[in-house]
């Protein structure tokens, strides 16, 4: 009887976990898709920030929102509440739409608006997977240094893009 418990109890988690994880999914994989589709029509209109846009799709908006909010849904002792999630989810997508048009149309004002919400998120990315336990069922404890040194990365990245927008580099 114990271990049938059990087993309901961890479909629950695991059905949390994936829960956890479905926005980053559906957005990361959208973020991908419209990278392909940017870096398509780069060339035939001649977009001059197109093959950045397309890079900045596909690896920010879609392999890092896949990484750290599926990363959290895994490694994360506690998962976090629906508000945690949707402030994450809309820091990382409106600022990164923000990043995109304010560089696209030079605006560094509104690319460090964007910024701003990526670091927002980031640190929440990086809050909630630090309140878990390495090793407590999610993992070896190296995976969360590695989770936390990839936020550690595009936060010093940041500073640097945000350098980089106001001085026309994008």
């Known amino acids: ?23 980053f999914a559906v957005l990361g994989t959208v973020g991908i898709i ?7 029509a780069t060339g035939p209109l001649s977009w001059q920030h197109g093959s950045w846009a397309a ?14 909010g599926v990363g959290q849904a895994w490694l994360a002792h506690e998962l976090p509440g629906r508000p945690t999630i949707v402030w994450e989810l809309v820091g990382w997508n409106l600022g990164s739409a923000l990043v ?9 004002v509104v690319v460090d608006v964007g910024g ?3 670091v927002v998120a980031l640190v929440l990315f990086a809050r909630v997977v630090r309140v878990g336990r390495p090793g407590d069922g999610a993992g ?6 590695v989770y936390l040194l990839l936020v550690l ?18």
Request: zero cysteines; hydrophobic letters at 60%.
């Open 140 to 145: 070896s404890p190296w995976i969360h240094w």
């Open 34 to 40: 419209g990278g392909g589709l940017v870096s398509a």
């Open 55 to 68: 890079a900045y799709l596909v690896l920010v908006v879609g392999v890092a929102q896949l990484v750290f």
């Open 100 to 108: 995109i048009v304010g560089a696209v149309l030079e605006r560094p």
């Open 153 to 170: 990365v595009i936060l010093v990245s940041i500073p640097i893009g945000l350098v980089l927008a106001a001085l026309g580099g994008a």
């Open 116 to 118: 701003a919400l990526l």
């Open 1 to 23: 009887m114990t271990a049938m418990g059990s087993d309901t109890a961890g479909s629950v988690i695991a059905h949390e976990r994936v829960r956890s994880a479905t926005g």
